[in-house]
């Protein structure tokens, strides 16, 4: 094994409507889909997409969504052996609501992702200390986020932290024991408290946060790109212009592809450079895991 997500895994159940029922009220929609999200299943399924030999330590709900879970990542060529089922819970679901002018409403319930605990790690272990990276985001409980900084630490293998979404609680001194901290403009700012809309404004931002100690922050700033901050070393990765038709999971394609191409061949910029074109290039089709070309999409879309 290549890399390990220790993650969520979530049923996007998307409405199609213009109009919201009130208290009370029953109203017909035209249209629905069903997907399969998570940040930790997206980062999963990027990486593996590309070629990355990937496994999952994972919680899905006692329920109909579980097997096609699995399956899914089955599909792409995730190892899903340490996805199990959370007795007498749901499924994490992301009930969505999409108007005609793309804007989303979104409710997130955690579900099965919100028993993932260090036993599940635990459980894993074996299999995870032959991976040379682990990936975590912040849809799992934190005190599992920080079990899984510490069993890394403890066994050699570095971490990429994507703090997402953000939790204003989060222990900065577990971000510094990883190796890359990961987050996207907005969780900088709620991170940090300080603002970030413009490119000055995210480099204070980051500066603060490296005052803590962190090994490697990389910001990702939607369509402006990327920066690389370590010490007082600033890399800018310019984005890749694209015609953008749907922008969910970018992020996580970002992250996944990073992943890859940094185990690969451990170098930061190049591995950056990869993740803004790979990200680039799954904003121009619809949906998230979907959107994510696999690695002869990837090469085509590189020519
Ligand atoms: P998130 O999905 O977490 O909000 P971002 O919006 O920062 O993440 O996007 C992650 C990365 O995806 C960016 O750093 C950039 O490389 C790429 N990206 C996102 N949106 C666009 C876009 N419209 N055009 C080109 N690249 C994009």
Same mark, same amino acid.
């Given at each position: 094994?290549?890399?390990?997500?220790?993650?969520?895994?979530?049923?996007d159940?998307?409405?199609?409507?213009?109009?919201?029922?009130?208290?009370g009220?029953? @109203?017909?929609?035209?249209?629905?889909?069903?997907?399969?999200?998570?940040?930790?299943?997206?980062?999963?399924?990027?990486?593996?997409? @590309?070629?990355?030999?990937?496994?999952?330590?994972?919680?899905?709900g006692?329920?109909?969504?579980?097997?096609?879970t699995?399956?899914?990542?089955?599909?792409y060529?995730?190892?899903?052996?340490? %996805?199990? %089922?959370?007795?007498?819970?749901?499924?994490?679901?992301?009930?969505?609501? /999409?108007?005609?002018?793309?804007?989303?409403?979104?409710?997130?319930?955690?579900? &099965?992702? &919100?028993?993932?605990s260090?036993?599940?790690?635990?459980?894993?272990?074996?299999?995870?200390?032959?991976?040379?990276l682990?990936? +975590?985001?912040?849809?799992?409980?934190?005190?599992?986020?920080?079990?899984?900084?510490?069993?890394?630490?403890?066994?050699?293998?570095?971490?990429?932290l994507?703090?997402?979404?953000?939790?204003?609680?989060l222990?900065?001194?577990?971000?510094?024991?990883c190796?890359?901290?990961?987050?996207?403009?907005?969780?900088?700012?709620? @991170?940090?408290?300080?603002?970030?809309?413009?490119?000055?404004?995210?480099l204070?931002?980051?500066?603060?946060?490296?005052?803590?100690?962190?090994?490697? @922050?990389?910001?990702? +700033?939607?369509?402006?790109?990327? /920066?690389?901050?370590?010490?007082?070393?600033?890399?800018?990765?310019?984005?890749?212009? /694209?015609?953008a038709?749907?922008?969910?999971?970018?992020?996580?394609?970002?992250?996944?592809?990073?992943a890859?191409?940094?185990?690969?061949h451990?170098?930061?910029?190049?591995?950056m450079?990869?993740?803004?074109?790979?990200? &680039?290039c799954?904003?121009?089709?619809?949906?998230?895991?979907?959107?994510?070309?696999?690695?002869?999409?990837?090469?085509?879309?590189?020519?």
């Amino acid at each position: 094994m290549d890399i390990a997500v220790i993650g969520s895994n979530m049923v996007d159940l998307i409405t199609y409507t213009n109009t919201m029922p009130k208290a009370g009220e029953t @109203l017909e929609a035209p249209d629905f889909a069903l997907g399969c999200g998570g940040k930790g299943a997206n980062q999963a399924v990027a990486a593996a997409k @590309l070629g990355a030999k990937v496994m999952m330590v994972s919680k899905v709900g006692e329920d109909i969504f579980a097997e096609n879970t699995v399956k899914n990542l089955q599909q792409y060529g995730v190892d899903a052996r340490h %996805v199990t %089922v959370a007795p007498g819970t749901s499924s994490g679901v992301a009930p969505i609501f /999409v108007d005609d002018q793309s804007q989303n409403r979104i409710l997130i319930i955690k579900g &099965a992702n &919100a028993k993932l605990s260090a036993a599940d790690i635990d459980a894993a272990a074996e299999q995870l200390k032959a991976c040379s990276l682990i990936v +975590l985001q912040l849809e799992i409980p934190l005190p599992t986020v920080y079990y899984a900084i510490d069993f890394a630490r403890q066994h050699g293998i570095k971490v990429i932290l994507n703090p997402a979404p953000a939790v204003a609680g989060l222990d900065i001194d577990y971000a510094c024991q990883c190796e890359f901290f990961m987050p996207n403009e907005t969780e900088l700012e709620i @991170l940090t408290g300080l603002p970030t809309s413009t490119d000055e404004e995210v480099l204070r931002a980051g500066q603060m946060l490296l005052g803590r100690g962190l090994k490697n @922050l990389i910001i990702t +700033l939607g369509n402006r790109g990327s /920066v690389w901050m370590q010490g007082d070393t600033v890399h800018r990765i310019d984005p890749t212009v /694209v015609q953008a038709v749907d922008t969910s999971g970018a992020g996580d394609a970002f992250i996944g592809c990073f992943a890859h191409y940094w185990v690969q061949h451990g170098d930061i910029a190049k591995a950056m450079q990869s993740a803004s074109a790979y990200a &680039a290039c799954s904003v121009t089709q619809r949906g998230t895991q979907r959107s994510y070309p696999d690695a002869e999409t990837f090469q085509r879309f590189l020519t």
